[in-house]
């Protein structure tokens, strides 16, 4: 079974009528295709690593904070003790939504899903400005920083008002993580809880070209907006191939409900052909980097709720993925869970994922703008041969 997975991407090759050019590649999903170059991240599948500008991740996710994550990303070095001080200051002074925003995500549908009103906020808070990519890089930093420090006070605030509760403006005394869940629930966790959440931003951040990023880059490279690039991360972030696996991988475990159920629900998706949410991965064919630290952060939690229901179940669908398909759990697989034990609602989890990939992909939008090229590639035509119009008229 190894060999299916390590296979080579899926290519075919198509043969196209015309003067110049007689066959064609199709690379179906991009898969394999190395379009540009980043100085951003480095997925290094061969060693099952991953680094941010040179930093590994699980360097960052047991040294860091998050805050301190985001300024790597933007800036390309750790910031010291007194550029993260500043960093943070403005972060924090700018959590507030306008008056105006706060009415417009009370007018949305209660039963909305939070991806979809996200995008819509982050949106919005694009018509306050009208800005234009290949601005100066300086500008797009400054509207970068107004979305890591807003999308987590749209986010709450929607968290509220569909349950009809009064929202709670951010606190400028609290970190970007204790904050959160002040807004969300009114109080701040003990620091166990902070730290995996902190960790998961962290691991979250950023992921080299993955399908949000490179919506986010495509976009970009029109010179259109970093708001309407972000929105568009957001729109594709949601699906369940990629970030939307979050949600989908506690909803398979709410529906296993115990250990003992566990080998026979996974038999009957194997046997009606069905995707196991939170396994494979594009690039990833050996396991993904990110895992064993959001694995130890899991514990860590289910330690401290005294609940190892979810991780007794995930190691038994692991362990059959693993030997018997060769197909490893990715990042989303010990994410879901876990911000089930930190007493997040499912539907939150994919909007938290954009909280921390907002960082990822305004690094990305920078360095896009930087050295634009229109991303535009060619397509190989199968549809009918060319053919003339009838009138209407003649039309059967
Ligand atoms: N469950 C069951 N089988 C899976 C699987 C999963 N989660 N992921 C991959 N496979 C199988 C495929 O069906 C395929 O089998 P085949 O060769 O018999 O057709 C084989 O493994 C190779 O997978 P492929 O579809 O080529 O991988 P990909 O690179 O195109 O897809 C994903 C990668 C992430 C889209 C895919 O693994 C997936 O859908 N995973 C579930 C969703 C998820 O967790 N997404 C988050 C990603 S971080």
Redesign the pocket.
């Known amino acids: 079974m190894a060999s299916?997975?390590n296979?080579k991407?899926?290519k075919s090759v198509t043969k196209i009528r015309g003067p110049k050019v007689a066959k064609q590649e199709i690379f179906k999903?991009l898969?394999g295709v190395t379009v540009d170059t980043t100085s951003v991240s480095k997925v290094m599948p061969e060693t099952n690593s991953l680094t941010y500008r040179g930093y590994a991740v699980q360097d960052l996710a047991a040294n860091c904070k998050f805050e301190e994550v985001a300024y790597l990303l933007w800036h390309g070095e750790l910031p010291s003790r007194s550029q993260l001080r500043k960093f943070e200051k403005v972060e924090r002074s700018r959590r507030n939504i306008s008056r105006a925003h706060i009415d417009v995500i009370r007018q949305y549908p209660k039963r909305a899903h939070p991806m979809d009103t996200l995008r819509t906020s982050v949106s919005y808070l694009g018509t306050t400005e009208t800005a234009w990519g290949g601005e100066p890089a300086e500008r797009d930093r400054e509207r970068a920083m107004n979305m890591l420090a807003k999308i987590p006070t749209m986010i709450a605030t929607d968290y509220r008002f569909r349950r009809g509760l009064a929202r709670k403006a951010p606190r400028a005394d609290l970190s970007m993580s204790e904050n959160f869940f002040y807004m969300c629930f009114g109080k701040v966790p003990p620091k166990e809880v902070i730290r995996a959440f902190d960790i998961s931003l962290i691991l979250y951040a950023e992921?080299s070209f993955?399908a949000s990023t490179f919506t986010a880059r495509v976009i970009t490279s029109s010179r259109s907006d970093i708001y309407s690039a972000v929105t568009g991360g957001i729109g594709s972030l949601k699906g369940?191939?990629?970030?939307?696996?979050?949600e989908?991988?506690m909803q398979n475990l709410l529906e296993i409900k115990t250990p003992a159920r566990a080998e026979n629900w996974l038999r009957e998706?194997?046997a009606n052909?069905?995707?196991?949410?939170?396994?494979?991965?594009?690039?990833y064919?050996q396991g993904?980097s990110r895992v064993p630290t959001m694995r130890a952060a899991l514990e860590d939690l289910a330690a401290w709720k005294g609940d190892t229901r979810w991780l007794e179940i995930s190691d038994i669908l692991q362990n059959i993925?693993i030997s018997e398909?060769g197909?490893y759990?990715?990042?989303?697989?010990p994410a879901g869970p876990a911000y089930y034990l930190m007493g997040f609602e499912i539907d939150m989890y994919t909007p938290i994922f954009v909280m921390s990939r907002i960082t990822g992909w305004s690094a990305h939008v920078l360095e896009q703008n930087a050295s634009n090229s229109l991303i535009r590639p060619l397509s190989a035509y199968d549809g009918v041969r060319q053919r003339r119009v009838k009138p209407i008229a003649k039309r059967s």
Do not use: E, Y
């Open positions: 299916k997975v296979k991407p899926k999903g898969a992921h993955n369940p191939l990629h970030g939307g696996a979050n989908a991988v998706k194997q052909k069905q995707l196991v949410m939170g396994f494979g991965h594009r690039v064919k993904d993925m398909k197909i759990p990715n990042l989303d697989f």
